[in-house]
């Protein structure tokens, strides 16, 4: 959920916003930049929270087993995965953001918008090792995919525990009453 939170508000508020101000979006719209912030806000707004929806619905699937801080390894394939996935997509965000840099600035800046500049610009070194690097945080996103499904498919399987319900004291159980009467003085 705080993944939610912080990429769903990069993402899709700073990003978006950032992206769509028509003096940047004269510059950046169809180029790498635009990629970044629809990487970055699809994984926000609508990857985490989707994780987070599975996740309840196995362990309710599961017959409301524990699924908390003490799983067998500690919930190490969660962690990492959450992780990996993190660390994945900021990666691409900020490459494929380099790499827009790059091409906003020679294709449309300098350029002009003409084909020559656009050839000039998939070729410029920059360009070249921003989508490198997009391709290596690629594999570090697919590899938390990975985890993240063994994960699903294996957490709370052998669990006999079930989920305990924390009450708090101002919150009325089953046999109380909803309002106290008052005492008679």
Do not use: C
């Amino acid at each position: 959920m705080i993944a939610h939170a912080f990429g769903n508000f990069f993402g899709a508020g700073v990003w978006g916003f950032m992206h769509t101000l028509p003096q940047i979006n004269l510059y950046t719209h169809g180029t790498q930049w635009t990629a970044s912030h629809g990487h970055f806000a699809f994984f926000g707004a609508y990857a985490t929270i989707n994780i987070a929806m599975i996740y309840i619905a196995i362990q309710k699937w599961r017959g409301d087993v524990w699924m908390s801080d003490q799983l067998p390894g500690g919930g190490w394939k969660w962690k990492w995965s959450l992780g990996l996935l993190n660390a994945g997509v900021l990666g691409m965000t900020i490459a494929l953001l380099i790499a827009g840099y790059e091409q906003s600035f020679i294709e449309r800046a300098v350029g002009g918008s003409t084909w020559s500049a656009y050839f000039e610009a998939q070729t410029h070194p920059w360009f070249i090792q921003a989508m490198y690097w997009r391709m290596i945080f690629g594999w570090v996103t697919a590899a938390g995919i990975v985890l993240l499904f063994w994960d699903m498919l294996t957490i709370g399987r052998k669990e006999v525990r079930a989920i305990k319900v924390v009450r708090s004291s101002i919150e009325p159980t089953d046999d109380e009453p909803l309002s106290q009467p008052a005492a008679a003085t």
